[in-house]
C-alpha cells in the first residue's frame, strides 16, 4: 500500500471537509487561468496584429491613438495629412503608378496624377498603404483605402482569403470589402448597397446620396480587420464633406520642393462612366500604412526619425507603442489582477492548512497508529504533505478546467468587445507554471500540520481515551 | 527472545517532579513463549510494552529483542525494527476507520522493509475468520471481528514478539475466549513470542507463565 493511497483514503475519510477546500482552490485556480488566458491572448492578439505594418504614419498626436485608429479601428480619429505626402511614400514615378493601376487610357481621374518624381522616402519603403477614417456603418468603422491592401499578407504567411466575391477594383470607386463579423452582424451580402456614416458613433449624418456596394466579404482573420469596412478609397474621397479645401492646409514642409506647383496644376477631367476622382490637394489621408524595404535596413531604420523631424506628421511603430500600452498601463493592470487572484489560490491553500490542522486533533490517534505499525515520522509527515498536494492539485486540476469552460463561455463577449478570439482550448505558457506553484503552495500550507504529525507523541496518544 | 536489563522509566510531573514507574533489573521471554502479564491499572504495564516495542525510550537500561538493544537505536532505525519484528495489539483494536479490514492489515506491512503480500493478508484474515469481511470498514464490523482484523494486521509482518495490551478488555464475554484462542493458536503456528497482559483471571489461568508486574518491577 503506497503513501499516496493512504493519503487519498484519509481524503476520502474527511470527504465534506476535502470537497469543500479542494473546491475553494478550484474557483481560484479558475480566476487565475481566466486572468492568465484572457490577458495574455489580448496581449499576443494586439501584438501580433501590430506586426502587419512597420510603421503607421499621420498627423501629429497621439502616437497611440493614430495606432488604435489603424490598425484596431478604435478610439476617435485622428487628424489628417496631405495626400501628397502619402505620395512620397510611392516607390514609382507617377507613370508607373497609374500603369501599375491598369489605368492608361482609362480616363479617370488618375489619369490626371501629377507627373510626380520618385517618392523622397520611396527607396525606405516596400508597401504604403492609404486609410481615410472618420465615417461608419451601424457599429462598424469604414476605412477608404486602396486594394492593395488584401494583396499583401496581414501576418506573416497569413493572406486575407475571400469567403465571397473578390476585391474591390481602383477604378470601380463605389466597391467595398467587408470584414467577416461585419457581414455576420449586418446582415450585409454580396451586391447589397449601404451607405455610411459621417463620424463615429450615431450623432452622425448618413451619406444619402452616395452609396457603397459590397463586392467581397472576407474570411475570418482573427484581426481587428473582421469587423471592418473597406471601401474603394477613390469613392470615400467624393463622399459629402470628405474633400478638403486647400486654401486652408498648412503643409509646413510635407511636400517636396516644386511639388506644390504640380499639385495646382491638377485638374480632374471625365471621359469615363466612372465619376471624376477628387483633386489630389483636395485629397487627405488619415494614416500610411508603411512596411519598410526589407532590402534597405539603413534606410528603414532612419526612415522614423527623418518623418519625425517633420512639424506636422509623426511616424510611429505600431509594436513599440502597443508594447509601451501593456508595459506601461494594461501590464500593471494586469499585474494586479494576477496578484488579487494569485491571492484568492493562496487563500485557499492557507484553507487547506486550517481544514488539515484542525483534523489534527482527530488524527492524533490514527497517526500514533501508524507510527505505533512502524511508520517513521517523515512517513507519516509526507502523508499529510501528500494529502496537502493532493487537495491542491486535484482543486487546480478542477480550476483549470473550469478556468477554461469559462473563457470558452466568455469567448463570444471577448469577439465583441475587443475582436480577440479565444476558446476553451486557448492555453497560455505561463499556465505551466500553475503546477509547481501549487505544489510549493500545498507543500508550505501542508508543513504546519505535517509538522504537528511529525512531532505526534506516540506512546500518549495511544494511551489517551479514543 | 526478549531480554531487559536494568531498565528504568519515569515521567515528569506537572510540578517538575520526577515519577518514578519502572524499574525492571531483569526480565526474559524466550522464543515462542507465550507469557502473561497481570498488574494492578496504573502500574506501567502499557508503558513498559511500549518500551518493549519501543514506542518509548527507557530512561536507562538494555531492551534487547531478538538480538537486538533497541533503546540503543536512532528513532527511524526502531521504526523499522518494529514494522519488521513486533506486532502490537491494542485494547481498543486502533483499525484505522477510513480502510478496509484488507487494507487495514496491509497497512502494518506498507511500512516494513518488505514487499507488501496482499495474499497473506488475505490469507489472515481468513484465518481469523473474516475472509467473507475483506472489504467492510470498522464501523461495518462487530467488535470481536475488528479485534480479529486488530490480530491479523498485528501478526502481517511475521514478528517475532507480540504484545497484546489487554485485547479482550473491549470484547463481550462471548468473544473474549475467541479472541484468546486466536491469539494464541497464530502465535503458535508462526512461532511467536507472545506478552498478552490482561486484568481477567480466566484468561490468565489458561497461560503456563503468569508474570505479575509488580514482582518484576522493583519500585
Redesign the interface.
Known sequence: ???FK?AW??I??RALSSWLTALSMALGVALVVTVLVIMNTVEETFTRNAQGFDLIVGAKGGALQLVLNTVYHLSTPVENVPYDFYLQFKRGTSEQMIEAAGMLGGGAGYALLPRQPRGRFASAVDVAIPYCLGDSYQDFRVVGTEPSLFEIDYAPGQYYQFAEGRNFKTENFFEAVIGSRVARETGLKLGDKFNSTHGIGPEGHVHKDTSFEVVGILEPTGTPNDRAVFVNIEGFYLLDGHAFDPSIRETGNLTQPGLENELSSFVPQGGHASPQALPIDKREVTAILIRTDPHNPIAAISLNKYINKNPTAQAVAPTRIIFQLFENIVGNLRSLLLLLTCLIVVVAGIGIMVSIYNSMSDRR??IA???????????VMTVILLESIGLSLGGGLAGFILGHAAIGVLSGLMVEYTGVYLGFFSFVRWEALLLPGLVVLSTLAGYLPAMSAYKTD??RS??AN? | MLDLIQVSKSYIEPNGKRLPILNIPRYHVGTGEQVVLMGRSGSGKTTLLHIIAGISQPDRGNVNVAGVNIAALPEAQRDRFRADHIGYVFQTFNLLPGFSALENVMLGMAFAGGAVDRSRAINLLERVGLGDRLTHKPSQLSVGEQQRVSVARALANRPRLLLADEPTANVDPSNQQHIVDLIRQTCEEERVALILVTHTPEVASQFARVDRLEEINQL
Do not use: C, K, N
Not at chain 1, 497508529?369 to 512517513?379: I, Y
Open positions: 500500500m503506497s503513501l493512504i483514503r484519509s476520502q475519510q490517534r490514527d497508529v501508524m507510527r505505533a505499525l512502524g511508520a517513521r515520522r517523515s512517513t506516540v506512546s495511544l494511551q479514543p
